[in-house]
């Protein structure tokens, strides 16, 4: 049987990306056996009229509307569970709207080479690596020979049978950044490991010149802090060393231990 395949978007404005993806995945189908699954975070009236339409045009597309930005961990996690509620699935694909995939059947791909690796949990094509003081791209050399950190969440495919036993994201990295790297860390620090998986796309193209991602960051750091540099040390606290993963709770404490780790019931 087919392995079934729920694609996760999460939506705040940024009308010129979310536009491109929606007409990339039109023109591109993802694959087979999967349904796109959006929630939006209070955007403004364009990008709801642009979701309205899209998700009245395709029987694979459902549209949650919030009325706030709950973040990414939580985002993403909320997805999961909707989607957990409808029906059994295999594999959970998270997607940034700042992506341009390069051919259709992308979403295949991915599931290939998940189906390929069955200790991996998480699979993608973009990577870090880790150096002293410094996060970077992996190179391709380094993707193909397994020498990277972890796998980016922009586009990323997860193994459900993990999540159901360690966990997606934990919001304790709430609003966003580190949490992609503390659930590819969690997974193999409990034997599984990530694989790159390589695709065509484009990741976040337009980069400064979208200027409502200057707007939305200004708002995070205005209710959140300097959100990166505190998930950054939450990471590394957690992770950093030796001594520090092995106080890592064991998957029977996990609930307990990581109080904000969503796991499903």
């Given at each position: ?252 404490g996990l609930r307990a231990g990581c109080p904000q780790l969503y796991i499903p019931d």
């Amino acid at each position: 049987m087919r392995p079934v395949t729920i694609v996760s978007l999460l939506v705040w404005d940024s009308v010129r990306y979310l536009d491109n993806l929606l007409r990339n995945l039109e023109a591109y189908r993802p694959g087979n056996g999967f349904h796109l699954r959006i929630l939006d975070q209070g955007s403004g009236p364009e990008t709801l009229a642009l979701l309205r339409a899209f998700d009245a045009r395709h029987p694979w597309v459902s549209v949650e509307y919030l009325d706030a930005n709950i973040g990414y961990s939580a985002g993403h996690n909320r997805n999961f569970e909707a989607m957990r509620r409808t029906g059994h699935f295999d594999y959970f694909v998270t997607i940034n709207n700042d992506l341009i995939f390069g051919e259709p059947g992308w979403l295949d791909t991915l599931v290939t080479g998940m189906e390929a690796a069955p200790s991996a949990a998480v699979g993608g094509p973009v990577c870090y690596v880790s150096e002293p003081g410094l996060i970077r791209p992996a190179t391709r050399a380094e993707k193909e020979a397994g020498q990277f950190f972890f796998v980016n969440g922009s586009v990323a495919i997860i193994r459900a049978a993990a999540v159901r036993r360690f966990g997606l994201f934990d919001e304790i990295y709430t609003p966003a950044y580190w949490e992609d790297a503390d659930m590819c860390m969690r997974y193999k620090h409990f034997g599984l490991r990530d694989v790159y998986i390589d695709i065509p796309m484009f990741h976040a193209y337009l980069g400064e010149i979208e200027r409502v991602n200057q707007a939305k960051n200004a708002e995070l750091l205005a209710r959140h802090g300097d959100f990166r540099t505190r998930n950054m040390h939450l990471f590394y606290e957690r992770w950093a060393t030796v001594a520090q993963r092995a106080r890592f709770p064991a998957e029977p404490g996990l609930r307990a231990g990581c109080p904000q780790l969503y796991i499903p019931d």
